[in-house]
């Protein structure tokens, strides 16, 4: 019989809506899901009571899924309803964001209406710098930083193409437009490329395809809405992934 059991170790590190512990292996982490949620660089930050329950499973479920299908990621399991267990990586200090449909940032910086399809996804490059507010850089910006190689860069490229051809289709499929989403990536041990972080609400832009709403944190960042709204907005979003 296997015990499966985790020893948590020292906190490794803590960010506005993780906590990354140790384990006994060198190579595995705890990721422990806070009740937070934040939007507009952490600018704006609110205690929800139990978001980090929803985010740990909306995050198994997509990440299960990508396993499934060949993509690989950083997820292991999931341990408790607000933990799971994760290869342990280096993160490399950039964000790509992945975009099917013209919203938020991209509609403000090129002045193009929120809603406009894009006949290909478009890709780009934020680099994680607190102080610098995240900003948007290119393909040599990134290697001039020592981010990544050139190699790597295009590896990731042909990983987040497959990635948004697979979850296009999935939420497609829960009558979810993906609009668009920001995945991170690390390296492990052995110098592998893992998706890791998290796919949610919190790093996805959800539009239902009929009503057209949102079904994310957009919600939060327009300061339109009421904690429960939130919420009930990531039950709705739990509630389809888990109909097949
Ligand atoms: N995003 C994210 N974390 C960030 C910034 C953006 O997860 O720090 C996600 C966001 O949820 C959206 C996509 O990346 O799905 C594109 O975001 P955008 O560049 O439009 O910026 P935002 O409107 O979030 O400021």
Redesign the pocket.
């Known amino acids: 019989m296997i015990v499966n059991y985790i020893i948590k170790k020292d906190l490794l590190f803590e960010g506005k809506t993780k906590k990354i512990y140790a384990t006994k292996n060198p190579f595995e982490v705890l990721i422990h899901h806070k009740d937070y949620l934040t939007a ?2 952490g600018l704006r930050k609110n205690f929800l009571q139990d978001k980090g329950i929803l985010n740990n499973e909306i995050t198994t479920l997509i990440f299960k899924f990508l396993n499934s299908c060949g993509i690989k990621t950083h997820f292991i399991r999931k341990i408790n309803n607000r933990e799971q267990l994760c290869y342990k990586v280096d993160m490399i200090p950039l ?1 790509f ?1 992945v975009r099917n449909v013209v ?4 509609s403000k910086r090129l002045g193009i209406k929120e809603g406009v399809h894009l006949s290909n996804p478009i890709f ?1 490059i ?1 680099y994680k710098n607190d102080k610098l507010k ?1 900003p948007l850089i290119n393909d040599h910006h990134a290697v001039f930083l020592k981010a990544l190689s050139y190699e790597e860069l295009n590896s990731i490229y042909s990983i987040i193409s497959k990635i948004n051809y697979i979850i296009k289709k999935y939420f497609l499929n829960k009558n979810i437009i993906l609009v ?3 995945v991170e990536f690390g390296k492990n041990h052995k110098n592998e490329i893992l998706l890791s972080d998290e796919i949610s609400p ?4 959800f539009w239902d395809k009929k009503t057209m709403k949102k079904l ?2 957009d919600l939060f ?1 327009m300061e339109l809405n009421e904690k429960k709204e939130v919420f009930d907005i990531y039950i709705e979003i739990l509630k389809r992934l888990n109909v097949s």
Do not use: N, P, Q, Y
């Not at 919203?103 to 991209?106: F, N």
């Open positions: 507009l660089d964000e964001v919203a938020g940032s991209m780009e934020f995240d668009d989403f920001k919190d790093t996805c832009r994310d944190k960042r």
